[in-house]
Antibody, heavy 119, light 108 residues
């Protein structure tokens, strides 16, 4: 079955760190660029990071730059997002998404993992 | 950053009617535009890319159009399964994509 499954979310205090994971199955993971997109409760979608299949290029949104690190392990079909210095406004459901075409069109999404930053 | 603006914020439509959603880009993006559908508690689903090309398995009731800065998503003959939030996304700057704020299509 083709699927992406995120994990690692939870309740964390402001200033804390969290590592999100996304496990891929049923796809040739290394052939695809991947991204993280988040959605604050009741809000719209916000792209936050992108990584090419070979990890040769990485991009971040200004809202998270310097605080998050995207990475991948193609041998384990896994995508990661290390999040540091978390803020209350980082509270969101975090989705991993597969790039269909190399142009950041996302045709496969995980179910999301909720990160709640609160004291 | 390319800003995407969707209108209206909410669209009330009766089942069987046509719905037309709009998306405007703050600068020209050619046809590098995608549309997604999101239902409550679910991840987004790709509907259209290249402004008008339906994704695999997407009903022909969904059609996209436009280029440059003005785009539309039309849903003909709305069915109960179509009531959801719809997002446009530009990928002209593929290294820094942006989404519109969404249009909620609700039952009238």
């Amino acid at each position: 079955e083709v699927r992406l499954v995120e994990s690692g979310g939870g309740l964390i205090q402001p200033g804390g760190s969290l590592r999100l994971s996304c496990s891929a199955s049923g796809i040739t993971f290394s052939s695809h660029n991947m991204a993280w997109v988040r959605q604050a409760p009741g809000k719209g979608l916000e792209w936050i990071s992108f990584i090419t299949g070979s990890s040769s290029a990485i991009y971040y949104a200004d809202s998270v730059k310097g605080r998050v690190t995207i990475s991948r392990d193609n041998g384990k079909n896994s995508l990661f997002l290390q999040m540091n210095s978390l803020r209350v406004d980082d509270t969101a459901t975090y989705y991993c998404a597969r790039d269909l075409s190399g142009w950041s069109v996302f045709d496969l999404w995980g179910q999301g993992t909720l990160v709640t930053v609160s004291s | 950053e390319i800003v995407m603006t969707q209108s209206p914020a909410t669209l009330s439509v009766s089942p069987g009617e046509r719905a037309t959603l709009s998306c405007r880009a703050s600068q020209s993006i050619g046809i590098n535009l995608a549309w997604y559908q999101q239902k409550p508690g679910q991840a987004p689903r790709l509907l259209i890319s290249g402004a008008s090309t339906r994704a695999t398995g997407i009903s022909a009731r969904f059609s996209g159009g436009g280029s440059g800065t003005e785009f539309t998503l039309t849903i003909s003959s709305l069915q109960s399964d179509d009531f959801a939030v719809y997002y446009c996304q530009q990928y002209n700057n593929w290294w820094r994509v942006t989404f519109g704020q969404g249009t909620k299509v609700e039952i009238k």
